[in-house]
T-cell receptor, first 110, second 117 residues
Framework: DAKTTQPPSMDCAEGRAANLPCNHS???????VYWYRQIHSQGPQYIIH???NNETNEMASLIITEDRKSSTLILPHATLRDTAVYYC???????????FGAGTRLTVKP | DAGVIQSPRHEVTEMGQEVTLRCKPI?????LFWYRQTMMRGLELLIY????????DSGMPEDRFSAKMPNASFSTLKIQPSEPRDSAVYFC???????????????FGAGSRLTVL
């Protein structure tokens, strides 16, 4: 699997957009980018995934660069409840398990 | 659906005792995963099953750990004998292979917090 690099921590003001970067410069053509998050004391929660195109759902948007070497998860209007650790995972779809790294600890401040 | 159900939510035991953690996956899901989370090592995959068959148990720390899935609606993770270093939060997750293309969506339970004294 491609290795991912994420900043260990980030802050964001409540109501502003939170932009969480992920570097995956060794990604291969059949690997997807997945984002999960873990709110304190809870199990991880799936957010969004993508292969090449940008994706949007009710939780977030995923922007993947054209060369696919990096991506950004965007929470358009961050709330205090978005404070969590966010994990970027690169994985081929045929492998059903998810391997979690250290992630980015996002703190949304009032 | 009630989601992935784990029990017990909290367990405190003494070193040397047997510990059994339980998991009920989402109905219809054909993959089941056991993870362990500690401050030092983060979230680690221990073992996962497909259609009740263990696929990869390379993450199981040692022979004291065993996992079973006797049917599609139940799995156990057993530690015998338990040691203080086994103290962690253990998560169970399930997923459905025939989901949308590329969608590897794991649904996690609330976790079982184990403390071994």
């Amino acid at each position: 699997d491609a290795k991912t690099t994420q900043p260990p921590s980030m802050d964001c003001a409540e109501g502003r957009a939170a932009n969480l970067p992920c570097n995956h410069s060794t990604i291969s053509g059949n690997e997807y980018v997945y984002w999960y998050r873990q709110i304190h004391s809870q199990g991880p929660q799936y957010i969004i995934h993508g292969l090449k195109n940008n994706e949007t759902n009710e939780m977030a948007s995923l922007i993947i660069t054209e060369d696919r070497k990096s991506s950004t998860l965007i929470l358009p209007h961050a709330t205090l409840r978005d404070t969590a650790v966010y994990y970027c995972i690169v994985r081929v779809a045929s492998l059903r398990d998810m391997r979690f790294g250290a992630g980015t600890r996002l703190t949304v401040k009032p | 659906d009630a989601g992935v159900i784990q029990s017990p939510r909290h367990e405190v035991t003494e070193m040397g005792q047997e510990v059994t953690l339980r998991c009920k996956p989402i109905s219809g899901h054909d993959y089941l995963f056991w993870y362990r989370q500690t401050m030092m090592r983060g979230l680690e995959l221990l073992i996962y099953f497909n259609n009740n068959v263990p696929i990869d148990d390379s993450g199981m720390p040692e022979d004291r750990f065993s996992a079973k899935m006797p049917n599609a609606s139940f799995s156990t993770l057993k530690i015998q004998p338990s040691e203080p270093r086994d103290s962690a939060v253990y998560f169970c997750a399930s997923s459905l292979r025939s989901g949308p293309s590329g969608a590897n969506v794991l649904t996690f339970g609330a976790g079982s917090r184990l403390t071994v004294l």
